[in-house]
């Protein structure tokens, strides 16, 4: 029951995030298209065309996860979405460049705190992607103390 609940509540976390981040940026393309360009890591020809399509990609993998069609491997898609903000934010903060996040405003300055945040977002994606594992291990355990109780 527990797992359950755990469940829905990081689907509908995920879920949530991916669809608001990328609604925000569909609406702010132009903006998206510069916070994009400071991170200094894209090729200019590039930048627009990220601006453009990325966040429907955020959006349709917020649907998807929702959904619950294959959440494991969507959830897994989330994950590797997610460490790889983490790694830019990282990478860019490292480096001294300050510009704006742009994931989900135009005002959020790549920080520790953005990083960080991101890290949080990383746990409820994690739990998804990884709950046939925990359940089996549940399973499994609860099995062995079964056993070990039956035993005179």
């Known amino acids: 029951m527990v797992l359950r609940v755990l469940h829905w509540l990081c689907r509908l976390i995920v879920a949530g995030i991916f669809i608001y981040s990328g609604y925000v940026k569909v609406q702010e ?3 998206f298209a510069v916070a994009i360009g400071g991170y200094k890591l894209v090729p200019e020809n590039l930048i627009l065309p990220i601006a453009t399509y990325f966040p429907w990609i955020e959006i349709a993998l917020g649907l998807v996860v929702l959904s619950g069609w294959k959440i494991r491997y969507s959830s897994w898609a989330a ?3 997610i ?3 983490i790694v830019l934010l990282t990478i860019t903060y490292l480096r001294g460049i300050e510009t704006n996040c742009g994931c989900f405003s ?8 953005t990083i960080v945040r991101d890290g949080l977002i990383l746990i409820p994606a994690l739990f998804l992607a990884m709950e046939s594992f925990l359940r089996k ?12 109780t039956s035993i005179p």
């Open 29 to 31: 393309t132009l903006q």
């Open 79 to 81: 994950v590797g979405l």
């Open 83 to 85: 460490l790889f903000f």
């Open 106 to 113: 135009f005002n959020d300055r790549v920080s520790p705190s």
């Open 137 to 148: 291990r549940l399973r499994t355990r609860a099995a062995e103390s079964v056993d070990q």
